[in-house]
């Protein structure tokens, strides 16, 4: 009896750990490639001209670059990162002197993800979405909402 209970209770520890070994490889097949290639804003409010740029380093790693020129002058720019850490895909953003902010991705479709991070003071929120060949994002925390909306430059 003492070795059938043992037997039942390897089987169920070794059963949920399948589960999320299963749920880890899942998420780790979540690909960002939708993204990958050379943005240019279409909505900027002022005579500058905004970019992103995101490249695949890996099936964990994404890398990308905001910037914003007003005329050949670089006026702003930060870093974009996705990877993959414990489980869990992640946005990093560094402005210009400044520490990496992570913005854990809390909602995925293929087309679309959520990032989330409520300890930040701007934004809490960022969202990108894929729609009619357009890139849209938008930052917010909660009462201020800042919209992007990017149309490809190049290919991936």
């Not at 007003?70 to 520490?99: C, H, M, P, Q, S």
Request: with cysteine; proline share 3%; charged share 25%.
């Amino acid at each position: 009896m003492k070795a059938l209970f043992t037997f039942c209770l390897a089987l169920i520890i070794f059963s949920f750990g399948n589960i999320d070994s299963s749920k880890a490889h899942e998420d780790q097949q979540v690909s960002f490639d939708w993204m990958l290639g050379t943005w240019k804003r279409t909505n900027n409010t002022d005579n500058s001209s905004t970019f992103e740029n995101w490249i695949k380093k890996s099936s964990e790693e994404y890398s990308g670059v905001g910037y914003t020129l007003n005329n050949r002058d670089t006026i702003f720019k930060e870093d974009l990162r996705f990877f993959y850490k414990a489980g869990n895909w992640n946005l990093e953003v560094t402005g210009e002197d400044e520490k990496p902010v992570i913005f854990p991705v809390s909602t995925y479709a293929s087309n679309k993800f959520i990032a989330e991070n409520e300890e930040n003071e701007f934004p809490k929120k960022i969202t990108y979405q894929l729609q009619n060949d357009q890139l849209l994002a938008t930052i917010t925390d909660g009462e201020t909402e800042i919209p992007f909306i990017f149309s490809k430059t190049t290919r991936k």
